[in-house]
T-cell receptor, first 110, second 113 residues
Framework: KAGVTQTPRYLIKTRGQQVTLSCSPI?????VSWYQQTPGQGLQFLFE???????NKGNFPGRFSGRQFSNSRSEMNVSTLELGDSAPYLC?????????FGEGSRLTVL | AQSVSQHNHHVILSEAASLELGCNYS??????LFWYVQYPGQHLQLLLK??????LVKGIKGFEAEFIKSKFSFNLRKPSVQWSDTAEYFC???????????FGTGTRLKVLA
């Protein structure tokens, strides 16, 4: 069974631009969640989707948004990028209460 | 608001030493508890989890954790670490019945050969 796939793995953007990250969950998993990973703060929860509906949202500004498609694939978008948005962004799909993580998309904002 | 505290941010041990990483959470209700590990250059993977039952949980690679409800703790232990245990370890909590996981800030473990 293929794991969680995130694309792109690495990307570089400049301040003010926007970025879209993609996540394909494990087949059969309908829940997808997103996390920002930063040194000293660990994983910060962004949002969680199930069957195309956002069920939970973390404390991030409105520049961070996401969506989920009917095939359970999910995207997250960050608009008007700031230097502080530089971080790995992790996607996880879940089944029976357990999270399965992708390898992350490492965003660098210059 | 719920929170998870990992008090050890960096731990350095020699091979064969015993390991205990602390994890405390703040929530009075029913929780599910997890330890995840991230080896260098790899994705996060589950070490062990507690949902209910025996509070002493055994995971992969010889790790175990004990849930002590009265102390709101879920400490990770391993009797004898190996160089390959060098990684970052994250404790996580999910309030039962919700879809939100709260992670601790992580503990970087370095095992010296």
């Amino acid at each position: 069974k293929a794991g969680v796939t995130q694309t792109p793995r690495y990307l570089i953007k400049t301040r003010g631009q926007q970025v879209t990250l993609s996540c394909s969950p494990i087949s059969g998993h309908r829940s997808v969640s997103w996390y920002q990973q930063t040194p000293g703060q660990g994983l910060q929860f962004l949002f969680e989707y199930f069957s195309e509906t956002q069920r939970n949202k973390g404390n991030f500004p409105g520049r961070f948004s996401g969506r989920q498609f009917s095939n359970s694939r999910s995207e997250m978008n960050v608009s008007t990028l700031e230097l502080g948005d530089s971080a790995p962004y992790l996607c996880a799909s879940s089944s029976q209460g357990e999270l399965f993580f992708g390898e992350g998309s490492r965003l660098t904002v210059l | 608001a719920q929170s998870v505290s990992q008090h050890n941010h960096h731990v350095i041990l020699s091979e064969a030493a015993s390991l205990e990483l602390g994890c405390n959470y703040s929530y009075g209700g029913t929780v599910n508890l997890f330890w995840y590990v991230q080896y260098p250059g790899q994705h996060l993977q589950l070490l062990l989890k507690y949902f209910s039952g025996d509070p002493l949980v055994k995971g992969i690679k010889g790790f175990e954790a004990e849930f002590i409800k009265s102390k709101f703790s879920f400490n990770l232990r391993k009797p004898s670490v190996q160089w390959s245990d060098t990684a970052e370890y994250f404790c996580a909590v999910r309030v039962s019945g919700t879809y939100k996981y709260i992670f601790g800030t992580g503990t970087r473990l370095k095992v010296l050969a």
